[in-house]
């Protein structure tokens, strides 16, 4: 944190000479930082940024087409006819048309030149990239764990294993026997999977600094794939009792059901909002968080600029609530991480209860 402060407090006198024509934009910065890119951005702004490239890969008319990210030169040149794209195509590789189908080189004035978006786009992104990183973490931890257990099973645990064995047998007794019941086993390897796979990624990305500060989990299209996978266990896990609760909900008034099937209506459409809901909220709360921090940080850049005695004071402050926000970020973490876990949990075991719960909850 102290190597943080020292960073940005020095940076802030260079950005300001470097910007005296043109003015810090903090919403370009924010978003700029919080969505996916085909390069991992390390330090600086610019032509002076350090930048990790990344491979892209596109399979174009055809033909497959790879080269690194950093032939864009920061998104204003292009490279064998294919450029990042502007406008209504931001951030998206498109492919030039008519004379500049294969031109390499710095783009000027870019909204005259024709193009297209390259649909067969399977590039390494950041996001891609921080999901390798967070799988291989996640596989190390595990395999290091499962053989302390099996080398010393009757030493107490130690290290990182005291850390995650609480955690797991938390998870176990609070969470997946109580929704379970007797199929716990058969679905804790996936509930502890996404408990420990959305943590992973949500700490990572509070980290500021290479390999972290990717938003994985503040992607949209991350929490959907994670939300569908639960609607599908959920739904191919449904028993006769499961559908029959749907189609004639106990508990509820016959005019409720007939002539106008409405709460048969209301259950339909709930197993389509549950994956949603869970969608939204782990999206929303970790993005949420990112750009709050990062609204701190640009206050720092934007007083700077007026006068750098202003952007030294106001950088006490920042930092403070930048130190607050980290520490609620890394509550919300963990809370995140619990809450989808949680849901998954009942959403599964709803779907799986047996016949005796049946009667019992009509």
């Known amino acids: 944190m102290a190597v943080l402060v020292i960073i940005l407090l020095g940076n802030i006198q260079v950005f300001a000479a470097q910007n005296e024509e043109e003015n810090f934009d903090a919403g370009p910065f924010i978003i700029e930082h919080v969505i996916d890119s085909y390069g991992w951005h390390i330090c600086g702004e610019g032509?002076?940024?350090?930048?990790?490239?990344?491979?892209?890969?596109?399979?174009?008319?055809?033909?497959?087409?790879?080269?690194?990210?950093?032939?864009?030169?920061?998104?204003?040149?292009?490279?064998?006819?294919?450029?990042?794209?502007?406008?209504?195509?931001?951030?998206?590789?498109?492919?030039?048309?008519?004379?500049?189908?294969?031109?390499?080189?710095?783009?000027?004035?870019?909204?005259?030149?024709?193009?297209?978006?390259?649909?067969?786009?399977?590039?390494?992104?950041?996001?891609?990239?921080?999901?390798?990183?967070?799988?291989?973490?996640?596989?190390?931890?595990?395999?290091?764990?499962?053989?302390?257990?099996?080398?010393?099973?009757?030493?107490?645990?130690?290290?990182?294993?005291?850390?995650?064995?609480?955690?797991?047998?938390?998870?176990?007794?609070?969470?997946?026997?109580?929704?379970?019941?007797?199929?716990?086993?058969?679905?804790?390897?996936?509930?502890?999977?996404?408990?420990?796979?959305?943590?992973?990624?949500?700490?990572?990305?509070?980290?500021?600094?290479?390999?972290?500060?990717?938003?994985?989990?503040?992607?949209?299209?991350?929490?959907?794939?994670?939300?569908?996978?639960?609607?599908?266990?959920?739904?191919?896990?449904?028993?006769?009792?499961?559908?029959?609760?749907?189609?004639?909900?106990?508990?509820?008034?016959?005019?409720?059901?007939?002539?106008?099937?409405?709460?048969p209506l209301v259950e339909i459409i709930g197993i389509f909002t549950k994956p949603f809901v869970l969608m939204v909220r782990l999206f929303a709360n970790i993005t949420a968080g990112h750009i709050v921090v990062l609204g701190f940080i640009s206050l720092i850049f934007i007083f700077g600029q007026m006068m750098p005695v202003l952007g030294y004071g106001v950088s006490i402050v920042s930092i403070f609530f930048y130190i607050f926000m980290g520490v609620l970020e890394l509550l919300v973490a963990f809370i995140q991480a619990f809450v989808f876990t949680l849901l998954s949990a009942i959403y599964i075991g709803m779907a799986t209860k047996d016949e005796e719960h049946h009667i019992e909850a009509a």
């Open 47 to 263: 032509e002076k940024s350090f930048t990790i490239p990344l491979p892209i890969i596109i399979f174009d008319d055809g033909q497959l087409v790879t080269f690194m990210s950093n032939k864009f030169h920061h998104g204003e040149a292009a490279y064998n006819g294919y450029a990042l794209g502007w406008g209504d195509n931001k951030g998206k590789i498109v492919k030039l048309e008519g004379d500049f189908s294969n031109y390499s080189g710095h783009l000027e004035e870019k909204d005259l030149y024709p193009n297209h978006v390259c649909k067969w786009d399977f590039s390494i992104t950041k996001n891609v990239c921080a999901l390798f990183v967070s799988i291989i973490l996640l596989i190390s931890i595990f395999l290091s764990i499962a053989k302390r257990y099996k080398l010393h099973p009757d030493e107490a645990p130690k290290g990182l294993q005291a850390f995650i064995e609480p955690v797991i047998v938390f998870l176990q007794d609070e969470v997946i026997n109580p929704s379970l019941g007797e199929k716990s086993n058969k679905y804790a390897p996936y509930l502890l999977t996404l408990f420990f796979f959305i943590l992973i990624n949500n700490l990572m990305g509070i980290i500021p600094i290479f390999p972290g500060g990717a938003n994985l989990t503040g992607n949209i299209a991350v929490t959907g794939v994670l939300a569908i996978i639960t609607f599908f266990v959920t739904t191919f896990s449904g028993n006769k009792e499961y559908w029959l609760d749907i189609v004639n909900t106990p508990g509820v008034p016959w005019w409720l059901k007939i002539p106008v099937p409405l709460m």
